[in-house]
């Protein structure tokens, strides 16, 4: 079993749709929890980044950790073309030189106008 | 933007020729990294660095070295190339201490032929 585990897709969604994106992950002495976009032949872009368990908001983007469960969601609304994209969950454990950083594989998302 | 740069951002090279990438940030943070992405292993971990001259291994850090002699420069060199390099190779950095989220260069593609 990989260390994190994400839906592959891809997922091809309508404009306007409240898109769910998951990881889970078997680690738990993970404690940070971020996502990343990536545009096509473009690096990782940090979306949103979380310290703890519950909920974080950032304009159309809410981030939600569960740690009891080992499960973690991007939720986007009102989804746009723009945000076609391939979506990266990541994870670190708490050490400041950052080596023990883990990526989920990805999933590909397309928002269809 | 964390300015990061990658140089080249394309290179195509043959086997067994050495090959060096340059990453380059202008903000003076402590930690960098260099990452190979592939289709079916996502973003793998090759060296890191902690400071000047200060540098370990990654995951997939076999035919792989690098130097860091100036706080904004991590090179990372591919000794003797090999047709399994051909990849995508991002450069990310970590703004400190405390800080656990990373953030990533625009990336160079590299074929070895």
């Known amino acids: 079993q990989k260390e994190v585990e994400q839906d592959p897709g891809p997922l091809s969604v309508p404009e306007g749709a409240i898109v769910s994106l998951n990881c889970t992950y078997s680690n738990s002495a993970f404690q940070y929890f971020m996502w990343y976009r990536q545009y096509s032949r473009k690096g990782p872009e940090l979306l949103m980044y979380t310290y703890s368990s519950g909920n974080k908001e950032d304009g159309r983007f809410t981030a939600q950790v569960d740690k009891s469960s080992k499960y973690i969601s991007l939720f986007i609304r009102d989804s746009q073309p723009s945000d076609s994209a391939t979506y990266l969950c990541?994870?670190?454990?708490?050490?400041?030189?950052?080596?023990?950083?883990?990526f989920g594989p990805g999933t590909r998302l397309s928002v269809l106008p | 933007d964390a300015g990061i740069t990658q140089s080249p951002r394309h290179k195509v090279t043959e086997t067994g020729t050495p090959v060096t990438l340059r990453c380059h940030q202008t903000?003076?943070?402590?930690?960098m990294y260099w990452y190979r992405q592939d289709p079916g292993h996502g973003l793998r971990l090759i060296h890191y660095s902690y400071g000047v001259k200060d540098t370990d291994k990654g995951e997939v850090s076999d035919g792989y070295s690098v130097s860091r002699s100036k706080t904004e420069d991590f090179l990372l060199t591919l000794e003797s190339a090999t047709s399994s390099q051909t990849s995508v190779y991002f450069c990310a950095l970590k703004r400190g201490d405390g800080y656990y989220e990373q953030y990533f260069g625009p990336g160079t593609r590299l074929t070895v032929t």
């Open positions: 903000e003076n943070h402590r930690y």
């Open positions: 990541a994870m670190n454990v708490r050490d400041n030189y950052g080596q023990n950083f883990v």
